[in-house]
């Protein structure tokens, strides 16, 4: 659908998706294929990687059985959630809070963390480069509602 609209002409600015859509890595390869920036939203048990994964076919430990095909990473991957409750933990200088837009009793703000993160499909042998931008929203009951994209 996005490149039907490329293909006709259209200007977009940026392309913005919910979860389902989000922890599609053919949509965000798409995307990038395509030169546009995505906001995808991404569940809570998302996984990432903080530093570049080493990604390569093991070898094989013997002499018996078949010969390794499928890609592994020895690299340790953490959920975005774990990642955000490490933040809260190094303390507010990790989450900004910033103004998102003006309310009619002024600033609306919300927490926010944006974090270089790396991530993998699991498949292929290379990993992309994203940026987490982690959400904290302040609910009207006085809870807060927390979004991950990526």
């Keep these: 659908m996005v490149k039907g609209q490329v293909a006709l002409g259209n200007k977009i600015d940026f392309v913005a998706c919910d979860g389902l859509y989000g922890n599609d890595y053919s949509l965000m390869d798409g995307l990038d294929d395509l030169g546009l ?15 570049e994964p080493i990604i390569a076919v093991p070898e094989n430990k013997g002499s018996i059985g078949r010969k390794a095909t499928k ?15 490490q933040l809260e933990e190094q303390g507010r200088e990790a989450i900004e809070d910033i103004v998102i837009r003006q309310g009619t009793k002024g600033g609306i703000k919300n ?3 944006i ?9 292929s042998d290379v990993s992309k480069q994203r940026q ?12 807060g509602e927390i979004k991950y994209a990526l």
Aim: hydrophobic share 45%; charged share 25%; net charge positive.
């Design 37 to 51: 920036i995505g906001v995808l939203d991404v569940h809570s048990d998302q996984y990432v990687f903080l530093e």
């Design 71 to 85: 890609y592994k990473t020895i690299s340790k991957a953490i959920e975005v959630r774990a990642l955000k409750k």
């Design 111 to 113: 927490r926010v963390a």
């Design 115 to 123: 974090i270089t993160v790396y991530v993998w499909d699991g498949k």
């Design 132 to 143: 987490l931008l982690i959400r904290i929203s302040k609910t009207a009951t006085g809870g």
